[in-house]
Nanobody, 125 residues
Framework: QEQLVESGGGLVQTGGSLRLSCAAS????????MGWFRQAPGKEREFVAA????????YYADSVKGRFTISRDNAKNTVYLQMNSLKPEDTAVYYC??????????????????WGQGTQVTVSS
C-alpha cells in the first residue's frame, strides 16, 4: 500500500511559479511510474505529467508542455512538479498518483492505483 501526500499548492499571480511535491510512504516507490493529474471545478480530472520509475522518460499534456517539469528523487521517495508561467486556466486541485501496474510513464488514469488527497493551485489574473 502506497500513501501519497501532496504539498506546495497555493495562490499565485499569472506568470508566477509553484513547485508541488508528493511524498510517498511505501518501500516500492522507486519501481512505480508517477503521475500528476488535475481537476478544475465542474470539469473532469485530466492528465498533466508522468515520469517513469527512474526518471528516464517523461510525458506531458500539450497544455503544460514547455511550462511544467516533472522530476523525482527516489532516495527521498518524492516526485515534484515545477510549474512556471502559470495561467488562470491552470487553476485546479492537483493530485499525484502512483502506478503499481507499470514502471513507464502513462497518461491513463486507470493505470494508477494510489492517489493523494490533492493540493489546491489558484492562479489569479
Amino acid at each position: 500500500q502506497e500513501q501519497l501526500v501532496e504539498s506546495g499548492g497555493g495562490l499565485v499571480q499569472t506568470g508566477g511559479s509553484l513547485r508541488l511535491s508528493c511524498a510517498a510512504s511505501g518501500r516500492t516507490f522507486s519501481t512505480y511510474a508517477m503521475g500528476w493529474f488535475r481537476q478544475a471545478p465542474g470539469k473532469e480530472r485530466e492528465f498533466v505529467a508522468a515520469i517513469s520509475w527512474n526518471g528516464g522518460n517523461t510525458y506531458y499534456a500539450d497544455s503544460v508542455k514547455g511550462r511544467f517539469t516533472i522530476s523525482r528523487d527516489n532516495a527521498k521517495n518524492t516526485v515534484y512538479l515545477q510549474m512556471n508561467s502559470l495561467k488562470p486556466e491552470d487553476t485546479a486541485v492537483y493530485y499525484c498518483a502512483a502506478s503499481g501496474q507499470t514502471s513507464y510513464a502513462s497518461s491513463a488514469a486507470v493505470m494508477y492505483d494510489y492517489w493523494g488527497q490533492g493540493t489546491q493551485v489558484t492562479v489569479s489574473s
